[in-house]
């Protein structure tokens, strides 16, 4: 109701005049000390618990506090300094304006922590002191702006924001983690994380449409041939072959999307879009020259199990190159990230072709690639036409090349490895 105002301490006198009650009972303090002035008469002792914790300009005086007769002194004595004119009242914000600067801060801490994560101490650390530098501005021109609560809603909204932004990108690369870390190489994963901004929709891998080369490899006759072993030794067998195969992809920059009975699928120029038909043809000749690598592991694999008693592994590749859909397949519980499309379909039905003399013996791994696929490795790999192939389920033949190898791969030249 207009009855209060901020006691300004910056300006208030070192000390008073004191003297004990009885003195001035006994006539002991002159005339002087107390006609014309205002006397505030009061205990100061300890015991009286009137003592108070005041921002004192001029030192510690008192480690217990000031007194309350001093506290009303230094009121009074502001109050003759304002009536006199030699000072004037400290300014305030109206109540709105507090509550206002209180939100906007909160809101800016908010957007703040919203930034890059290596900059957001720095900017909520300058912001805090901005704001009280603000403060002790206004103050020497006789304004008052409260800094406790805009700080307390600067540093809460950011410290807020910060635990949540913290919290949903430990989700993110767990997901991207459980996606990607086992079926690609660990340059792959990280780069995956460094551009999940771009990768990711709404928390999770959204769906894309981009040209990929999908491999598809089988054993043949696993069944026949599984039937020798017990349930034990076959477990063995399938899953030696399935880890050297997919750490061999993984090497050769290509994405294992699924593993199906004996065979896997495997996918390169996932999960980022390319750009450009050279990328796309990089792309085709990587996973070319992983085929031609997974030949050369299965040589390895197949000596390994002649010494364990274990039967050998004849395989088949298939391989094409088209426009796929990549994203996430599966329920909330159980995702995956895959392509669909045709040339899933036709890398499958050119893996599984009966059509093509091939001698198993001789050569335990057969490799077919599309015409798709061939032109974009011709500069790479010797290749065999078989002419048009009637593939399963489809009503056109598709032309299908036998790929022979053309020397070993450089992998440290771009555009061969991602």
Known sequence: GGYQFLIDFRRAREGFDRFVLRELLDGRVADTRVRDRIVIVGTTAEGAHDIFDVPTPHGARDVFGMPGPELHGHIAEQLVRFGRGLHRPLAVLPGAAEVALVVVLAVLGVLAALGPARWAAVIVAAGLAGLWGVGFAALRVDVWVPAAAPSLAWVSGALVTSAWSSSRERRERTLLKDLFSRHVSATIADQVWAQRHEFLEGGRPKAQRLVATVLFLDIRDSTRTAEKLDAEDRMRWTNAFMDAMGNTIGEYGGLVDDYFGDGIKADFGVPFARESEEEIAADATRAVYCAFALRGELGALNRGFLLEGLPPVAMRIGIHTGAVVAGLLGSRDRLKYTTVG?????????????????????????????????????????????????????????????????????????????
Request: aromatic letters at 4%.
């Open 342 to 418: 045709e040339p899933c379909v036709i890398s499958q039905r050119v893996e599984s072709l009966d059509t093509v003399a091939h001698d198993f013996d001789t050569d335990p791994c057969r490799i077919l690639i599309t015409e798709d696929t061939r032109r974009r490795v011709a500069h790479h790999f010797e290749t065999e036409s078989l002419g048009p192939v009637a593939l399963k389920g489809k009503t056109e033949p598709l032309e299908v090349h036998r790929v022979f190898h053309a020397g070993a791969p450089d992998l440290a030249q771009g555009g061969v490895q991602s």
